[in-house]
C-alpha cells in the first residue's frame, strides 16, 4: 500500500522502492521546463526561418535595381524570374526568322507575281475586246460598201430605164402624128419617172447609210465603255492585291511585337520598334493612278461619214420653170 506523505516524512521514506516511486511522483507536475525547451529549440527555426526571408527579400530588391540599368538588364531579369517561377523559356526564333524574311521580300515577290497576273488578264481580255471591235467594224464597212454599189447599180439601171421610156414614146408620139409640144411632153414624162425611180434610190441609199453610221455609233460607243469598264476593273484588282500587301506586313510585324513583349521568349527586346513599323503599314495604301488619258480619249478606228449623191442636187423634172421655144415651132406661142 502507498504511505502518506506524513509517514515519510519520520523517517521511513528509504525502506522500500515504493516509496521512491512515491517521492519521485510529485515531481511529474513540475515537467513544463519541457515546453520551455520545446520552445528553445524552435526559436532557433524561427529565426532561421526569418532569415531566410530576409536574405530572400534582399535578393528581390536587388532584382530591380539591376533592370533599372542598362544593357540586358531587363532580359536577364526576366530569365531570373521565369527561372524563379518555373516557367520554361518559349523558343521564337524560328518563327522571328521566318516573319523577318518575308518582310525582306516574300510578301513583295507574291505581289509582284499577282499584279503580273492581273496585268495578264486584263491584256487578254483587252485585246479580245479590239479584235471583237475590228471584226464587226469590218462588217459594217462591208456594208457601207455594199450600199453604195446598190445605189450604182438602181441608178445606172434608172438611167438605162429612162433612155427606154424616151425612146418608147417617142415612137408612140410619132406614129400619132404628134407634135412639137406633145413630143416634149413624152419626154417629159420619162424624166419625171426617172426623178421619182431616182428619189427612191436615194432615200434607199440614204436611210442604210444613216443606219451605218449609227452602228459605228454605237459600236464605238460601247468598246470604249467596255474597255473603260475592264481598266476599272483592272485598277480595283490591283488596289486589293497593295491592300492586302499592306495587311500582311503589319500582321507581320504585330507577330513580331507580340514575340519581343513576351518576358518568357528567347527573342524578347523591349526596344523593339516593331509595333511602330506595323502602323505605318496599317496606315499606307496604293494611290490609283486611274484610268490612262489614251483609253479615256479613245474614239474608235472610223467614224460616222455623210456622203452624197451627184443626182442629189439635180432638181425633179416638174420643178423646170419657163421651157424655151424649140426652133421652128409655130403652133403654140411661147413665153
Known amino acids: 500500500m502507498v504511505r502518506p506523505i506524513g509517514a515519510l516524512l519520520d523517517g521511513d521514506w528509504k525502506q522500500t522502492k515504493t516509496t521512491n516511486a512515491i517521492m519521485a511522483a510529485p515531481e511529474i507536475p513540475v515537467k513544463p521546463k519541457a515546453p520551455s525547451k520545446q520552445t528553445k529549440t524552435t526559436q532557433p527555426k524561427t529565426r532561421k526561418t526569418t532569415a531566410r526571408k530576409t536574405s530572400t527579400g534582399r535578393t528581390r530588391r536587388s532584382t530591380p535595381r539591376k533592370s533599372s540599368g542598362g544593357g540586358g538588364g531587363a532580359k536577364a531579369s526576366a530569365s531570373a524570374s521565369s527561372a524563379s517561377s518555373g516557367v520554361k523559356e518559349s523558343s521564337d526564333k524560328p518563327q522571328l526568322t521566318a ?19 492581273a496585268f495578264t488578264l486584263y491584256a487578254a481580255q483587252d485585246k479580245d475586246l479590239v479584235n471583237g471591235y475590228n471584226g464587226r467594224m469590218a462588217g459594217i464597212l462591208k456594208n457601207r460598201e455594199d450600199n453604195e454599189k446598190s445605189e450604182v447599180d438602181a441608178s445606172f439601171a434608172n438611167l438605162s430605164n429612162r433612155a427606154r421610156e424616151s425612146k418608147d414614146l417617142l415612137a408612140q408620139a410619132a406614129s400619132q402624128g404628134a407634135g412639137e409640144t406633145d413630143t416634149l411632153k413624152t419626154q417629159l414624162m ?9 428619189a427612191d434610190v436615194n432615200r434607199s441609199y440614204f436611210d442604210t447609210q444613216r443606219s451605218i453610221n449609227s452602228s459605228i455609233a454605237d459600236l464605238n460607243a460601247n468598246t470604249r465603255t467596255a474597255r473603260m469598264n475592264l481598266a476599272v476593273d483592272a485598277l480595283g484588282d490591283y488596289d486589293q492585291i497593295w491592300t492586302n500587301y499592306y495587311n500582311q506586313r503589319a500582321d507581320a510585324y504585330t507577330q513580331m511585337g507580340n514575340i519581343h513583349a513576351n518576358p518568357y521568349s528567347d527573342s524578347h527586346d523591349p526596344k523593339s520598334t516593331a509595333y511602330a513599323s506595323m502602323a505605318k503599314e496599317a496606315s499606307s495604301a496604293w494611290k490609283n493612278p486611274g484610268v490612262n488619258k489614251s483609253l479615256q480619249n479613245w474614239k474608235g478606228s472610223v467614224q460616222e461619214q455623210e456622203r452624197k449623191l451627184n443626182n442629189s442636187a439635180y432638181k425633179g423634172a416638174d420643178t423646170v420653170n419657163n421651157i424655151k421655144r424649140p426652133e421652128g415651132s409655130t403652133l403654140k406661142k411661147w413665153k
Open 190 to 198: 420619162s424624166i419625171r419617172n426617172w426623178d421619182a425611180n431616182q
Open 99 to 117: 516573319l523577318q524574311g518575308l518582310l525582306k521580300g516574300g510578301f513583295a515577290k507574291a505581289r509582284e507575281q499577282k499584279l503580273k497576273n
